[in-house]
């Protein structure tokens, strides 16, 4: 019973990327911004942007997408256009906001006589601002990737 606390307790400790520096889980086995393996093994370049790892006591275990960025421009013209469905929440990854967007205009909207709609229009245009000015909070995406301009 102990060792399973002992194990908590070490998991709750905070983790960096050896390679580019960002926080990580600490059940992550590659870094999800740069793909480093975030054990040392060894680790074979197969082309200049990506690289996979060799281990020879685990097979390799889930999926690395380096390539996906999202357009800070294209996410506030999704805010400003489709905002209040939660269109620009669902393309960054932020799948409970945009669902609570879309239940306020959808299902409470025509209820409340389009007061739902209203509020979920206004939070779209604040976010989308935000979001096109780059604001803290605003600039990454759900994995905490930074939006490309």
């Known amino acids: 019973m102990t060792t399973n606390s002992n194990k908590t307790t070490q998991n709750r400790r905070p983790r960096t990327c050896g ?5 990580v889980r600490v059940d992550d086995v590659y870094c999800p911004a740069c793909g480093h393996r975030l054990d040392d093994n060894s680790k074979t370049r197969t082309s200049a942007s ?13 999926v690395v997408c380096n390539d996906i960025t999202h357009s800070r421009v294209v996410a506030a013209l999704l ?24 239940v306020l205009t959808v299902l409470i909207g025509p209820i409340t006589c389009g007061l739902g709609a209203g509020a979920a229009c206004i939070w779209a245009f604040i976010e989308g601002a935000l979001i096109l000015s780059g604001a803290a909070g605003f600039d990454t995406d759900a994995r905490g990737n930074l939006l490309r301009d």
Do not use: D, K, M, W
């Open 19 to 23: 390679q580019c520096g960002r926080n």
């Open 50 to 62: 990506r690289e996979t790892y060799q281990t020879n006591s685990e097979p390799l275990t889930g």
């Open 79 to 102: 805010a400003f256009f489709l905002g209040s469905l939660g269109v620009h929440n669902f393309y960054l990854g932020f799948y409970t906001r945009a669902i609570c967007q879309l």
